[in-house]
């Protein structure tokens, strides 16, 4: 599994009087294949989670992903780190399932062939294949997520990011996408509310106003969780 490094990480939105600083000195070395994020709304998970891939460069410190600057080398971390937003919507960008799919192998030189045996392999375990030729508009909240994390995985990443990816979805679906992010081989660090997705991981951490408050295995840190709350 990669290893993620912070280094005396820091994040600040906006400058001059507007300055909110989100992320507060975090230093974190992990190499789990299982990572959850917890926090409350504003705690800074989303900006976190964004740092992994470089959506978001730190103001000061340092991010390395498998010892990639995600500042100096963001390209080697993009090809690493696949991510997944909370609304799948904002990640379907084709008009059907299949082409969604297709369009994160564009530019990497693969002959057709080989995409359309990949993009193939990527609905069949979705359960998917059915609709490769709908619109993706037509699925439902769940198989969207679903959609979404085929989209991403197609490209093989190391390591996968997901912020809060069954926050929007009810019952059954958000079920079905845990099921498919339990089942998934590789690392995976997700942000959640959800906390029994967080059942058998490996580590949780816990964010409160931008710092990293605790770190440790889920059951100590979800009691440390719920006593922020309470
Ligand atoms: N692009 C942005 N510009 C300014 N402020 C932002 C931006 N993104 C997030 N924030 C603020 O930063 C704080 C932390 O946000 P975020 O990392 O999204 O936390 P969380 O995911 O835990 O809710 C919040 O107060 C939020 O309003
Ligand atoms: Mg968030």
Same mark, same amino acid.
């Given at each position: 599994?990669?290893?993620?490094?912070?280094?005396?990480?820091?994040?600040?939105?906006?400058?001059?009087?507007?300055?909110?600083?989100?992320?507060?000195?975090?230093?974190?070395?992990?190499?789990?294949?299982?990572?959850?994020?917890?926090?409350?709304?504003?705690?800074?998970?989303?900006?976190?989670?964004?740092?992994?891939?470089?959506?978001?460069?730190?103001?000061?410190?340092?991010?390395?992903?498998?010892?990639?600057?995600?500042?100096?080398?963001?390209?080697?971390?993009?090809?690493?780190?696949?991510?997944?937003?909370?609304?799948?919507?904002? !990640?379907? @960008?084709?008009? $059907?399932?299949?082409? #969604?799919?297709?369009? /994160?192998?564009? +530019?990497?030189?693969?002959?057709? *062939?080989?995409?359309?045996?990949?993009?193939?392999?990527?609905?069949?375990?979705?359960?998917?294949?059915?609709?490769?030729?709908?619109?993706?508009?037509?699925?439902?909240?769940?198989?969207?997520?679903?959609?979404?994390?085929?989209?991403?995985?197609?490209?093989?990443?190391?390591?996968?990011?997901?912020?809060?990816?069954?926050?929007?979805?009810?019952?059954?679906?958000?079920?079905?996408?845990?099921?498919?992010?339990?089942?998934?081989?590789? !690392?995976? @660090?997700?942000? $959640?509310?959800?906390? #029994?997705?967080?059942? /058998?991981?490996? +580590?949780?951490?816990?964010?409160? *106003?931008?710092?990293?408050?605790?770190?440790?295995?889920?059951?100590?840190?979800?009691?440390?969780?719920?006593?922020?709350?309470?």
């Amino acid at each position: 599994m990669p290893v993620i490094e912070l280094e005396q990480v820091s994040h600040v939105y906006g400058s001059g009087p507007a300055a909110r600083r989100v992320l507060d000195d975090v230093t974190l070395r992990a190499g789990e294949q299982r990572i959850g994020v917890v926090g409350a709304n504003g705690s800074g998970k989303s900006t976190f989670a964004r740092l992994l891939n470089g959506l978001v460069l730190p103001t000061s410190g340092t991010v390395r992903v498998a010892g990639h600057d995600t500042r100096r080398d963001g390209r080697a971390v993009r090809r690493r780190v696949g991510f997944c937003f909370t609304d799948p919507d904002a !990640q379907i @960008v084709m008009p $059907t399932v299949a082409e #969604d799919v297709a369009f /994160g192998l564009r +530019r990497r030189g693969l002959a057709k *062939a080989e995409v359309a045996a990949r993009v193939d392999a990527a609905l069949a375990t979705y359960g998917l294949t059915d609709h490769a030729d709908h619109p993706a508009h037509l699925l439902s909240g769940g198989q969207k997520q679903l959609l979404a994390l085929a989209s991403v995985l197609v490209t093989e990443p190391e390591l996968l990011v997901m912020d809060e990816p069954t926050t929007l979805l009810d019952l059954r679906n958000a079920r079905m996408v845990a099921d498919a992010v339990a089942a998934l081989p590789q !690392q995976v @660090v997700l942000v $959640t509310h959800h906390l #029994d997705l967080l059942d /058998g991981f490996d +580590r949780v951490l816990v964010f409160d *106003a931008g710092r990293l408050v605790c770190d440790d295995v889920p059951d100590v840190a979800l009691t440390h969780y719920t006593s922020l709350v309470g």
